[in-house]
């Protein structure tokens, strides 16, 4: 048979292929021997075609659930195979999209790299699977013979009728029906781990963590940029052991490292649930601030009991106010801090006058404005002081009905103005900018 010059191209590309196995296998030992004849060019092909099916192509190969299953059915599944979700998945790879294989035993691997050979940009399987002409010519000079090879290797590519799974596959027996006794009403789900997807992900890692330490610089060489801030908080698994190749030729690639990112619930930040404008009292949002939501399990923990009113008891009880009554000194002093003076004239701001005065005191040195519905009184307001024992009594009203919530039923007037006393004695309230009889504490 003349072979085309592609078809040359082709043989070329698989003799220095065996050539270079030939020579990292015998390393010139010249007593060869019948080693020598495994690789005379059609022997070698005919072999790899034979053991071909040995290999099959996997984006999720079984063996990443657990290394020790054999013989079950590993999945593939091409990008278009699914359309219109949403959340991320094989098919989210739309570039550098990389088949992987499951492996039924390593030395099958020189298989897998003959198929991996690149040739006008694909790779030798690539050109199997089109039953490609000059890819067939350039295996065997017999046609037959070249054809069934073809067949062989395309092998690769074909499950068997059956999908069979593991005892180590983590199977998910998943209700469908009504009647839990049925076995016929479960569905056996079995989980897949994509070594597709995270081939690309863990290019991406690394391009990036390459990149900052790059940007870091070095004692010699100055930094390019300060923000080296990657991938927080990563977690290795590495797959396979010591035979990595073994789960899968990406796996070994990666140095059995399948990156897992954290799943860890995000860290409330308490801001977050600080409500300023929209709400009618800002007593709706201390709960939120830092500590306050357990001193508050702790008040009411010990007065449900209707403890003894002893000395241990008062002391204890006494701590718990004076905890509460920091919170909130800290509480409207962060306020004060973070939003700009005058942040209560926003129309959006519904916080009754005595709030508005006691988290945003710098409102009354700006202008007074026209729609400002206080006028000329805020100021005297103010300086009289009364918006604090309005706070105090607003704030009395608020810890009641924390209490009552948590079983106090009990809680009344007597406690309101012990609640008041307390934090008019022991919040540190802020000093008006012009003085006046409102300075230091009531």
């Given at each position: 048979?003349?072979?085309?010059?592609?078809?040359?191209?082709?043989?070329?590309?698989?003799?220095?292929?065996?050539?270079?196995?030939?020579?990292?296998k015998?390393?010139?030992?010249?007593?060869?021997g019948d080693?020598a004849?495994?690789?005379?060019?059609?022997?070698?092909?005919?072999?790899?075609?034979?053991?071909?099916?040995?290999?099959?192509?996997?984006?999720?190969?079984?063996?990443f659930?657990?290394?020790?299953?054999?013989?079950?059915t590993?999945a593939?599944?091409?990008?278009?195979?699914?359309?219109?979700?949403?959340?991320?998945?094989?098919?989210s790879?739309?570039?550098?999209?990389?088949?992987?294989?499951?492996?039924?035993d390593?030395?099958?691997l020189?298989?897998?790299?003959?198929?991996?050979?690149?040739?006008?940009?694909?790779?030798?399987?690539?050109w199997?699977?089109?039953?490609?002409?000059?890819?067939?010519?350039?295996m065997?000079?017999?046609?037959?013979?070249?054809?069934?090879?073809?067949?062989?290797?395309?092998?690769?590519?074909?499950?068997?009728?059956?999908v069979?799974?593991?005892?180590?596959?983590?199977?998910?027996?998943?209700?469908?029906?009504?009647?839990?006794?049925r076995?016929?009403?479960?569905?056996?789900?079995?989980?897949?781990?994509?070594?597709?997807?995270?081939?690309?992900v863990?290019?991406?890692?690394?391009?990036?963590?390459?990149?900052?330490?790059?940007?870091?610089?070095?004692?010699?060489?100055?930094?390019?940029?300060?923000?080296?801030?990657?991938y927080?908080?990563?977690?290795?698994?590495?797959?396979?052991?010591?035979?990595?190749?073994?789960?899968?030729?990406?796996?070994?690639?990666?140095?059995?490292?399948?990156?897992l990112?954290?799943?860890?619930?995000?860290?409330?930040?308490?801001?977050n649930?600080?409500?300023?404008?929209?709400?009618?009292?800002?007593?709706?949002?201390?709960?939120?601030?830092?500590?306050?939501?357990?001193?508050?399990?702790?008040?009411?923990?010990?007065?449900?009991?209707?403890?003894?009113?002893?000395?241990e008891?008062?002391?204890?009880?006494?701590?718990?106010?004076?905890?509460?009554?920091?919170?909130?000194?800290?509480?409207?002093?962060?306020?004060?801090?973070?939003?700009?003076?005058?942040?209560?004239?926003?129309?959006?701001c519904?916080?009754?006058?005595?709030?508005?005065?006691?988290?945003?005191p710098?409102?009354?040195?700006?202008?007074?404005?026209?729609?400002?519905e206080?006028g000329?009184?805020?100021?005297?307001?103010?300086?009289?002081?009364?918006?604090?024992?309005?706070v105090?009594?607003?704030?009395?009203?608020?810890?009641n009905?924390?209490l009552?919530?948590?079983?106090?039923?009990?809680?009344?007037?007597?406690?309101?103005?012990?609640?008041?006393?307390?934090?008019?004695r022991?919040?540190?309230?802020?000093?008006?900018?012009?003085?006046?009889?409102?300075g230091?504490?009531?």
């Open positions: 048979m003349m072979l085309t010059d592609r078809a040359r191209i082709f043989r070329s590309a698989m003799a220095a292929f065996i050539q270079e196995r030939r020579d990292a015998l390393k010139g030992d010249e007593h060869e080693k004849g495994k690789y005379e060019y059609t022997a070698w092909i005919a072999d790899a075609a034979r053991r071909a099916h040995y290999l099959k192509i996997a984006t999720h190969p079984i063996k659930t657990h290394s020790a299953i054999k013989g079950a590993s593939y599944y091409r990008p278009d195979d699914f359309s219109g979700y949403d959340e991320i998945g094989t098919h790879v739309t570039t550098g999209f990389e088949k992987d294989f499951a492996i039924h390593a030395k099958h020189d298989v897998y790299a003959f198929l991996g050979v690149v040739v006008e940009g694909r790779c030798f399987l690539d199997i699977l089109d039953d490609d002409e000059d890819m067939a010519s350039a065997s000079d017999d046609s037959s013979v070249a054809k069934a090879m073809m067949a062989s290797f395309k092998r690769v590519a074909t499950n068997g009728e059956s069979v799974s593991h005892r180590y596959a983590k199977q998910v027996y998943w209700l469908v029906g009504d009647e839990t006794i076995d016929e009403e479960y569905h056996l789900l079995q989980p897949l781990f994509s070594s597709t997807l995270e081939h690309v863990h290019r991406d890692i690394r391009n990036s963590r390459d990149a900052a330490l790059s940007a870091r610089g070095t004692t010699k060489n100055e930094a390019t940029y300060s923000d080296h801030y990657t927080p908080d990563l977690v290795k698994r590495i797959v396979g052991g010591s035979n990595k190749q073994n789960v899968s030729p990406l796996n070994k690639q990666r140095d059995g490292i399948n990156y990112f954290s799943s860890l619930p995000p860290k409330w930040n308490s801001r649930r600080i409500k300023l404008l929209h709400v009618d009292s800002i007593f709706g949002s201390f709960r939120w601030f830092e500590d306050v939501s357990e001193i508050l399990k702790s008040l009411a923990d010990l007065l449900l009991p209707d403890p003894k009113p002893n000395r008891t008062r002391e204890k009880r006494e701590a718990l106010e004076q905890a509460l009554a920091l919170h909130l000194a800290l509480f409207g002093e962060s306020i004060r801090l973070s939003e700009e003076p005058g942040w209560t004239r926003n129309p959006d519904r916080l009754p006058l005595c709030e508005k005065i006691w988290l945003d710098e409102r009354i040195e700006l202008p007074l404005q026209e729609a400002d206080y000329d009184r805020e100021l005297g307001t103010y300086l009289a002081g009364e918006w604090r024992d309005e105090a009594g607003r704030f009395a009203n608020w810890l009905a924390q009552h919530e948590r079983g106090l039923k009990t809680v009344g007037d007597v406690e309101y103005r012990h609640w008041a006393r307390q934090a008019l022991d919040v540190g309230w802020a000093a008006p900018a012009r003085g006046g009889a409102a230091g504490r009531a």
